[in-house]
Structures are given as C-alpha cells and as structure tokens.
C-alpha cells in the first residue's frame, strides 16, 4: 500500500491523469479501475515487493498500470470485458474504418472552443454525419461508432443519454475523447493490448500478429528475459502500427484526401508513431537500467491544463443543469 501511496497517488501524474479523464467524474468509476489494478492477473505483485524490500521504494510504471486495467483477469485484452475502449474497431459497413473513431474524435475537438444554442463544443449530429458521408460514404459506419463513443463517454450528446446519438441534435468530445486521440491511443502499452481484438483485414498481418502473442506467452518469466519479453512486445506492436499505416495509405490514394481540407482527412498514424517510438526508447531505457526504484521522468501526455479545462467546463455544466427546472432541461 506504501508503493500504491506514494508512486500512484504522489508522484505519478500519468496514472493520475488516465483515470481523471477515462473515468469522466465517476468516483465509482475510479475506484473500481483502481481495485482492478490491486487485483489483477497482470500486475506483477511480488516483482514489485521485490524490488521495494531492496531498494526501499518501487514507481509503478504508467504502463504498468495501463496493462493491469485494461486485462482485469483476463489473459487477453477484449474490449467487452475492458473499461477500456478499442478506438480502432472495425465493422462490416460500407467503407469502415480502423480510423473512423479518432476522425470523429478529431473533428469535434476542432470545435470545441465554439460555442451552438445548445452550448459550448456541441456540433450538429447531421453535420458530423454528413462531412464523413461526403468523403468516406460511410454513413452506417460513422452512426455505429458515434453509438459507440457515447456508450463509452468519448462522446456526449445533447440528450444526456449514454447509450445512443438517437434522438439527439449535437454532440461533442468529452475530456476522456480529448484523453484518447491526444495520448492513449499512440500509448505502446494500449496499442500491444488492443491489437488482441481488431479485426486485420490482412491474412498475413493477422499470422504474424498471432505468433507473436504465442512467442510472448511461451517466454518465462525470469528476471533476465524482461528485455527480451518487452523487445517482442514492441515488434508485435511495430508490425500493427505498419498495417494501420498501409491501411490509411490506401485510403488516401482511395479517397483522394489529399484535395480535402477537413480535419477528417488529416492523416491520424504519423502522431501515432512518433508517440510510440519516443514512448518505447523511455521504457527500454527503464527495463535495462532497472529503473523501477525511480519515478517516471517522462510526460506521457499532452499539457494537463488542457485536459483540467475541459474536466472544469463538463463540472459546471452538469452543475448548471442540476440547478434548472426539470422542464427546462
């Protein structure tokens, strides 16, 4: 409990901010993630009371914990059992994509400093709707995922329902949405779990990417392979991040995307690598210097007073709805 004190709730912004924004104000929410990491398979308890009884003091690693949540006590990640959603899901709709999550993600963060009749960041649904149509034809795919993120407060509507856009006029981004696109979705730790449970429209990325869960699993655990465990980790992960990068290529050449200036047909991987890769050289360094007695030195995510600002602005509207007539909301 020391270790959980003062390397979670002390030192350790990263964690702190992953549950102040996935948890989206829900105390219950919160408690619950963080009993899921005191109890989980994939925490690793007794490398941890290791290493405090020889040093004095052991940091839980962002990664760590990210692991530890998303599993619970499940050997793989999948996403109907994880408080944690896969943004890059993929159904069968016309034109879907592994993409569409974070393009809507992105589009309504373009706007939310704007201010609709129905209040500050909300964006007509018809609106959303449309622009994705207009680009990708992919109505249904873009509707699903927008159920999709409301179900899992990425996004918001102006009906409070937290199960469909159905019946609602706007929607927008939420500070757990704004917490996916700017960091947990490049985060190495989310990326090597999520790729357990997204469908690889490639017979020989989905190969590749099976055996590499069975050559992780068929690793022991000894102190002496960490390295090597945490080097087939990162290749597994490399290899998912070049098929989502071959996928948004062809959607490009496909979509002509280059001639349109919408957000939406930004390209979203280049973020992605370049936060896997400076992620991945901190944990190496991490793993080979047994840097577990030191507490993390690197910001995983974007400028907190970003995230505290949408966090204060959800609070006061909830706050402000509370205090209305019940006819006027």
């Known amino acids: 409990m020391r270790i959980v004190e003062y390397s979670i709730f002390e030192h350790n912004r990263n964690i702190a ?38 040093d004095g003091q052991y940091f839980v690693a962002f990664h760590e914990f990210v692991k530890a949540v998303m599993l619970g006590d499940r050997k793989y990640y999948k996403e109907t059992a994880s408080p944690i959603m896969n943004v890059f899901d993929c159904a069968g709709d016309k034109n879907a994509s592994h993409f569409t999550a974070l393009r809507i993600l992105k589009l309504l963060l373009a706007h939310r400093g704007e201010s609709d009749r129905v209040g500050r960041g909300y964006v007509d649904v018809s609106r ?9 034809d992919n109505r249904d795919d873009v509707v699903r995922t927008l159920n999709r993120l409301v179900t899992r407060q990425l996004v918001e509507t102006n009906t409070r329902s937290t199960d ?36 690889i429209n490639d017979s020989g990325t989905e190969r590749d990417l099976r055996q590499s869960v069975h ?85 995983i995510a974007a400028p ?23 006819d006027a909301r």
């Open 164 to 199: 469909t856009i159905e019946g609602a006029s706007h929607v927008r981004v939420t500070s757990s949405g704004w917490y996916y696109w700017r960091f947990l979705a490049r985060a190495f730790a989310y990326l090597d779990l999520v790729l357990q449970d997204t469908p």
């Open 17 to 54: 901010r992953l549950i102040e924004a996935v948890c989206f104000g829900n105390m219950r929410e919160a408690l619950k993630m963080f009993a899921m990491f005191l109890v989980s398979g994939a925490t690793d308890v007794e490398k941890m009371l290791r290493i405090y009884r020889r």
């Open 304 to 326: 907190e007073e970003e995230l505290q600002e949408l966090i204060d602005e959800e609070e006061g509207s909830e706050s402000d709805e509370s205090d209305s007539p019940a």
């Open 128 to 136: 959303v709707v449309s622009a994705f149509d207009d680009i990708f």
């Open 215 to 299: 050559d992780v699993d068929n690793l022991s655990d000894r102190e002496e392979e960490k390295l090597r465990r945490t080097q087939v980790r990162f290749e597994r992960v490399e290899l998912f991040l070049r098929y989502l990068s071959s996928e948004e290529d062809e959607e490009r050449r496909l979509f002509d995307l280059s001639r349109h200036q919408s957000v939406i047909a930004e390209a979203v991987m280049p973020t992605i690598n370049e936060q896997f890769h400076h992620e991945r050289a901190w944990i190496v360094k991490r793993v080979q210097e047994n840097r577990e007695r030191f507490k993390e030195d690197i910001q």
